[in-house]
Every structure is written in C-alpha cells, then in structure tokens.
C-alpha cells in the first residue's frame, strides 16, 4: 500500500472536520462524497457519522432524493433571452 494511502490512518478528528462532515450529511451527501471532501476513507466517515448519531442515508433513499431535486428542477421553466429583454422594458 502506497504511503499516501496511509497517511490518515488513525489520524484524529479536530473540530472543523467534525462540524463539516454534519454539514455534509445534512445537505444529503453520500459517504463516498463526503470522503472526498474531507480526504478521509469512506468507511472513516460512515463511523464517524454513526458515532455523531448522524448516519448517512441509505444508498436507495439517497437517490430517491436526489432523483426528487432533479424532477423538481426540470419542472421549473427557464426564462429565454427574449423573455428576458421584454420583461426589462
């Protein structure tokens, strides 16, 4: 295993880290982008997030919200350009 790989291993938690993993999980991102964002291992912030009593969703629920936002956006209908301008006047 590369040493990069290992670099977080044990590595402790500070607060600032803490505070944007429950960000995180309260906007409804996933572990595996939330790992990302914190440069820690998924698995690191799926106990994490269960010891803060935070869990992720479940994949299922997850994209079932995510699905939700996207249908409510494209019903949403765009303002054209000449819209735009005609309304300026």
Do not use: Y
């Amino acid at each position: 295993m590369p040493m990069s790989a290992k670099s977080n291993a044990c590595r402790p938690w500070d607060d600032e880290q803490v505070e944007r993993l429950k960000e995180l999980i309260s906007s409804g991102a996933s572990a595996v982008r939330a790992a990302a964002a914190l440069k820690r291992a998924r698995s690191s912030v799926q106990v994490k997030a269960r010891k803060l009593g935070m869990p992720f969703m479940a994949s299922r629920d997850a994209k079932r919200l995510r699905d939700a936002k996207i249908a409510a956006a494209e019903s949403v209908p765009l303002r054209t350009h000449a819209a735009a301008a005609s309304s300026d006047r």
